[in-house]
Each structure stands twice: as structure tokens, then as C-alpha cells.
């Protein structure tokens, strides 16, 4: 098994910028990619970006493009979302998720172990 925990979500103004954290724990060999996901209110859940477990191979979704960077810290086994340029529209429950096995790192790649979530808020 893989526990995921994310954290550093809160409250931000438009234009302004968070970082969240996922720390990774347990049977972390087994993970080929980590992503991150987020749910508003009434909708589905996003893929937002996505990351080869070596730190590789960053992917994002069209509409945090140039605004939001995936990163990993080999040292802590921990992955980063540094989100620049806040807008309304990205207030949400991100969480972060973990693929095990093997393969390539998409915006659909599917993933086998899941955070709880962290919320962020972008006040206009």
C-alpha cells in the first residue's frame, strides 16, 4: 500500500500563488507517476497535472498551463504543485494520487492510491 497526504491548500486572492505538498509513505517503489486532481463544487473531478515518480516527464492540463509547475523531491518522496496566478475558477479539492507499475504519464493515465485532499480557495 501507498498513503498519500497532501497539504498547503488555503485561502488566496486572485493572482496570488500556493504550493500544495503530497507526501509519500509505505510500498513507494512500487509508484510510476503521481498526479494531481481537483474537484469544485458540482463538478467532476480534473485531472490537473501529472509526474513520473523519477521526476520526469511533467504533463498538465490545457487551462493550468504556464500557470501551475509539477515537481517531485527525490530526497522526501514528496511531490509539489506550485500554483502562480490564482483565479476564481481553480478553488477546489485538490488531491494528489499515485499510479503503480509501469508506463507512460498522461493527463488520463489511471491512478491506484489516493489522498484526502487539501481545499483552495481563490477569493476574487
Known amino acids: 500500500q501507498v498513503q498519500l497526504v497532501e497539504s498547503g491548500g488555503g485561502l488566496v486572492q486572485t493572482g496570488g500563488s500556493l504550493t500544495l505538498s503530497c507526501a509519500a509513505s509505505?510500498?513507494?517503489?512500487?509508484?510510476?507517476?503521481v498526479g494531481w486532481f481537483r474537484q469544485a463544487p458540482g463538478k467532476e473531478r480534473e485531472s490537473v497535472a501529472g509526474?513520473?515518480?523519477?521526476?520526469?516527464?511533467?504533463t498538465y492540463v490545457d487551462s493550468v498551463k504556464g500557470r501551475f509547475t509539477i515537481s517531485r523531491d527525490n530526497r522526501k518522496d514528496t511531490v509539489y504543485l506550485q500554483m502562480n496566478s490564482l483565479k476564481p475558477e481553480d478553488t477546489a479539492v485538490y488531491y494528489c494520487?499515485?499510479?503503480?507499475?509501469?508506463?507512460?504519464?498522461?493527463?488520463?493515465?489511471?491512478?491506484?492510491?489516493w489522498g484526502q485532499g487539501t481545499q483552495v480557495t481563490v477569493s476574487s
Open positions: 494520487a499515485a499510479a503503480r507499475g509501469n508506463g507512460r504519464v498522461t493527463i488520463n493515465t489511471q491512478y491506484d492510491y
Open positions: 509505505g510500498r513507494t517503489f512500487s509508484i510510476y507517476a
Open positions: 509526474i513520473r515518480w523519477t521526476g520526469t516527464s511533467p
